[in-house]
């Protein structure tokens, strides 16, 4: 792990280079998810059935083979230990309970006039959710990506996840159950983002595709943005803390590597006043690194990204974390409510030392799917606010409009718009 100090003149630099990740650019693989996406486009299942085929070694001859019933959904969950099918319901309950305090309602006032003014809130007919298959199986994500959704009353949800070599992973099939999700596909990869995207004559076109993917899967999602939406790019994974020096360094090194453990280019970064507490967790990740069943993801992710920083003060160490603007944020400290309100960027906070980031992946209750690369600066979780749309209601009495009228001529005739201004004047009510 890098070490920095705001006291080096040259800090600034370090941390941006610390920071620096722009996953590099593939005309190879932009030009091939061009390429998918078009024959899904013109083709429809027959590109699908071809490409999940190619890419998932499977061997079926038509989408029928690809569907899940929502009875094998269900066979899925009462298959379980009793131990998970609680954990999941558990998890799904505590998520549900979060998200129903997000819904928007619709809302309208009247002026004095008589002109009613106001907001429709209407939520998404249809919505795709991707979620990785194999041996990245994340049924988190499945609860995750669903619940706000139908929390927000969206009509129907599509699922897509792919089954490379035809493995299912039977506490995703669960999740989807427990999440109320409609329909599932077992296809993945660009084909997968461009039959939800475009519709085939097995996929229903949705409005708004959500979930992580692979490279595929992002670039697929970035392409088909405007035919649809999305709910963001997501880079790799990353965490930060601040720690007071006051807690256990062996919780703090695993705190590092539960975000470390997703692959090598996820980020972990201590932040710390206390040199010799930065050095007790150095040596808690040597010690506790070798018994850790993904150390070689950990120890790449920790030595190409991760970093130890010393700063001044815990308003310094604020400073910093507003420049990294985290996906996930530990405040382990004494006081953490003491520096929440200079938090100004940041995807999720977690406060205090028992609150660890794992509790937010599973089953805290808000969204883990967070903004990645400092993106925090502009961007929120996934929540059902996403899944819901809002249309301005204006509704003029004759007053009304005869006395906003006036200012609406003035302004387009400024424009040099007479349209829009005889348009307003034909309303106006001579004294």
Sequence with gaps: MRELDTRQTDFQQELKNLLAFEEEANANVNHAVEDILGHVRRRGDEAVVEYTNRFDRMAVSS??????????????????????????REAAQRIRDYHDRQAQTSWQYTEADGTVLGQKVTPLD?????????????????????IPAKVAGVGEIIMTVPTPGGEVNSLVLAAAAVAGVDQVFTIGGAQAVGALAYGTESVPRVDKIVGPGNIYVATAKRIVFGAVGIDMIAGPSEICVVCDGKTDPDWIAMDLFSQAEHDQDAQSILISTDENY??????????????????????????ARGALIKVRDLDEAVEVVNQIAPEHLELSVENPESLLSGIRHAGAIFMGRYTAEALGDYCAGPNHVLPTSGTARFSSPLGVYDFQKRSSIIH????????????????????????HARSAEYRIIED
Excluded: C
């Design 396 to 419: 003029f009495s004759a007053e009304g409009a005869s006395q906003v009228g006036r200012t609406a001529s003035v302004l387009a005739r400024g424009e040099g718009l007479t349209a």
């Design 126 to 146: 249809r919505v795709g959710i991707y979620v990785p298959g194999g041996k990245a199986a994340y049924p988190s994500s499945v609860l995750m990506n669903a």
């Design 278 to 303: 930065l050095e007790s967790v150095k040596a808690s990740v040597e010690k506790l690194l070798p018994e850790m069943e993904r150390r070689d993801i950990i120890d790449a992710s920790l030595s």
């Design 63 to 88: 989408m029928a083979d690809l569907q899940i019933s929502r009875d094998r959904l269900q066979a899925a969950l009462e298959s379980l230990p009793a131990k998970e099918q609680e954990a999941l």
